[in-house]
């Protein structure tokens, strides 16, 4: 039997950030230049059930039973196989390489999850829609972290930009002017677990004041979307702005968070914000084409360790959304 491969984009959440852990709305973005992949070799010299593991990029060489039977990678390969009603699966041999930087808030997790459950469905020679593989990761984000919203399995399996709410259909986004945005790492490690961890222990301790702080990020968010569709730069950036500020009164920024975003605001970008978790990771600058150049260059200088630069296209997006829901 030939390899099968199956690869899923990175990604980077534009707006709604841990409020969409308490059922606001959020909007993110797939990064098709960063990917995660998962080859499948079949392996008929082994007995039933023999699954080899290799992930270089993380220095894991073993076979799937020796994980702990609460691994992220156990407990996937334990999913499919009771969707599929299967009692074993073929022997067979499992790499996976990804280019997505770990614990940097551009869901280097879910990518792998969501390849491994589409590579595997094509390996067994099944198919599953993409609602069945977001909702099979959506299973393993659980492990990971205890409470996910479903926004990052949700975008990175339709690789669409989104505007997402829990327990909603995720709505396309339909971009009314070409965006092009920055997105600089700090190149610190930070583990969305842990940041949500310390927003529910803070929320708990301070209901009143954690819910309005997300009840005005959902009106950011709200607000960002129609400025997104009637394509209002000026607008979005501004919108960026606000909700940075309440991730910073959330707790969630740090000093080289705070550090990237005004660099990239005194280069001439149009808003920004820290994207993901927080605590460490990457900021998102919205930026015109124009200035994109010397936002890049402070940034660069500034010690931001990577920076991306995407456009969310016009037309592309108008073309490509609809197929979002479907
Ligand atoms: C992580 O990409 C975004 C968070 O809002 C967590 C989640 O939505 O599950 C911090």
């Given at each position: ?12 959440i ?9 059922s ?21 010299t ?88 977001s ?45 092009t ?15 949500v ?26 607000e ?103």
């Open positions: 039997m030939p390899a099968i491969s199956a690869s899923a984009p990175g990604k980077i534009l707006f709604g950030e841990h409020a969409v852990v308490y606001r709305p959020a909007i993110a973005i797939p990064l098709m230049q960063l990917k995660a992949t998962a080859f499948f070799l079949a392996d008929p082994a007995p039933l059930g023999n699954i080899k593991l290799t992930a270089a990029d993380i220095g894991m060489q073993t076979n799937l039973n020796d994980l702990a039977e609460d691994h992220p990678f156990r407990v996937l390969f334990q999913l499919v196989q009771n969707h599929f009603q299967l009692d074993h699966f073929p022997a067979m041999s499992v790499k996976i390489r990804s280019e997505i930087p770990i614990a940097a808030g551009l869901g280097s997790g879910t990518a792998v999850s969501v390849a491994l459950i589409h590579g595997l469905s094509l390996f067994l020679g099944a198919k599953l829609s993409a609602a069945q593989i909702a099979l990761a959506f299973e393993v984000e659980k492990v990971y972290h205890g409470t996910p919203s479903g926004v990052d399995n949700t975008v990175i399996t339709y690789e669409k930009p989104v505007f997402f709410m829990k327990d909603h259909l995720p709505e396309p986004i339909y971009v009314g002017n070409d965006c945005f920055l997105i600089a790492d700090t190149g610190i490690k930070s583990m969305t677990s842990s940041v961890g310390e927003v529910r222990i803070n929320w708990e301790n301070n209901r009143k004041h954690y819910e309005s702080i997300f009840d005005s990020i959902a009106s950011i968010t709200q960002a979307k129609e400025m997104l569709i009637s394509g209002d730069e000026k607008q979005i950036g501004e919108l960026m702005n606000k909700n940075y500020h309440l991730l910073v009164q959330m707790g969630v920024s740090c000093d080289p968070l705070d550090h990237l975003v005004t660099v990239a605001l005194h280069a001439g970008a149009l808003g920004a914000k820290l994207s993901g978790a927080g605590k460490g990771g990457n900021i998102i600058a919205l930026v015109q084409e124009s200035s994109a150049r010397d936002v890049r260059l402070a940034l660069e200088n500034a010690g931001a360790t990577r920076v991306i630069q995407i456009t969310l296209n016009k037309t592309e997006s108008t073309k490509t959304a609809k197929k979002v829901i479907s």
